[in-house]
T-cell receptor, first 112, second 115 residues
Framework: KQEVTQIPAALSVPEGENLVLNCSFT??????LQWFRQDPGKGLTSLLL?????REQTSGRLNASLDKSSGRSTLYIAASQPGDSATYLC???????????FGQGTTLQVKP | EAGVAQSPRYKIIEKRQSVAFWCNPI?????LYWYQQILGQGPKLLIQ????????DSQLPKDRFSAERLKGVDSTLKIQPAKLEDSAVYLC?????????????FGPGTRLLVL
């Protein structure tokens, strides 16, 4: 059974810092891994999607990596801003079941 | 392009009452999903439709939850009777198909509080 874990559960940093969010998964049989952002009271917005054959994806100040063999992904946020404050969710799409399995999220606060 | 629409946005009911949520996916999206997100957790899939057929409802508590997608477009999720532990955000998502490569697009969710 696929399990997705995110560490840390919460993170508070001063504005301008570079930071890394971690995601681990137990089953390497995945189609892809996705990072989402969730603002309070809002739905999920997809940030980056990494196919199982890829190692990383970049979008602006965000860079996500995938190491399928070790079951790990990281989301790197450069030069953090208060507007980056949100909950970040990692999800893997199982190639066995086709389901999207989510981690519990990391709540990020960037202080001005 | 309009996103996934959900209503109502908020609902407060007492336990043992019934409640229904509505979702209108992105136009042309064949696959529709309902997720339950309990506070502090990631979303958990309740049911997945492909057009108007059920693909996966293995995690749907069928003794109290039901869902339908008539005509393969919009969908309703119903809880009858509600329990305290059903308090959560119910998210609807859609995707063009379910071949593994595409992303899912999420609606804003319906926040349910059961008292």
């Amino acid at each position: 059974k696929q399990e997705v874990t995110q560490i840390p559960a919460a993170l508070s940093v001063p504005e301008g810092e570079n930071l890394v969010l971690n995601c681990s998964f137990t089953d390497s049989a995945i189609y892809n891994l996705q990072w989402f952002r969730q603002d309070p009271g809002k739905g999920l917005t997809s940030l980056l999607l990494i196919q199982s054959s890829q190692r990383e994806q970049t979008s602006g100040r965000l860079n996500a990596s995938l190491d399928k063999s070790s079951g790990r992904s990281t989301l790197y946020i450069a030069a953090s801003q208060p507007g980056d404050s949100a909950t970040y969710l990692c999800a893997v799409k199982s190639s066995n079941t086709g389901k999207l399995i989510f981690g519990q999220g990391t709540t990020l606060q960037v202080k001005p | 392009e309009a996103g996934v629409a959900q209503s109502p946005r908020y609902k407060i009911i007492e336990k043992r009452q019934s409640v229904a949520f509505w979702c209108n996916p992105i136009s042309g999206h064949a696959t529709l999903y309902w997720y339950q997100q309990i506070l502090g957790q990631g979303p958990k899939l309740l049911i997945q439709f492909q057009n108007n057929g059920v693909v996966d409802d293995s995690q749907l508590p069928k003794d109290r939850f039901s869902a339908e997608r008539l005509k393969g477009v919009d969908s309703t999720l119903k809880i009858q009777p509600a329990k305290l532990e059903d308090s959560a955000v119910y998210l609807c998502a859609s995707s063009p198909f379910n071949e593994g490569q595409e992303t899912q697009y999420f609606g804003p969710g319906t926040r349910l509080l059961v008292l």
